[in-house]
């Protein structure tokens, strides 16, 4: 059964920033999480978990990217998520 048209982005630049959000933006948060994961956990063990969870949490975002209806929203989220995690990260150690 195909999908009712009232569901689908009309714009192709709309489903072009969704996209490049999910991929692009998805990467950058998942590489940011994977970064303070380094400061609170052994690195060697994060390194090495990384490539399973690293793949499974950036297609989670990927296809995250498609239920937010705005593209901005989108965008503004990943980006705030990758600024929340970088700034955890550049904290001194307590």
Same mark, same amino acid.
């Given at each position: !059964?195909?999908?009712?048209? $009232?569901?689908?982005? $009309?714009?192709? =630049?709309?489903?072009?920033? $969704?996209?490049? #959000? %999910?991929?692009? %933006?998805?990467?950058?948060? !998942? @590489?940011? @999480? ?24 950036? #297609?989670?975002?990927?296809? %995250? ?5 705005? #593209?901005?929203?989108? =965008? ?8 929340? @995690? #970088?700034?955890?990260? !550049?904290?001194?150690?307590?």
């Amino acid at each position: !059964m195909p999908a009712n048209k $009232k569901y689908l982005t $009309k714009s192709p =630049w709309v489903r072009l920033s $969704k996209i490049l #959000a %999910g991929v692009i %933006g998805g990467y950058v948060v !998942m @590489f940011s @999480f994977h970064l303070l994961l380094t400061r609170i956990l052994p690195r060697e063990g994060v390194v090495v978990t990384s490539f399973i969870t690293g793949y499974i949490l950036w #297609a989670c975002l990927l296809l %995250g990217a498609f239920l937010i209806r705005s #593209a901005w929203k989108v =965008w503004a989220s990943y980006a705030a998520l990758s600024l929340l @995690f #970088a700034l955890l990260y !550049m904290l001194p150690s307590l």
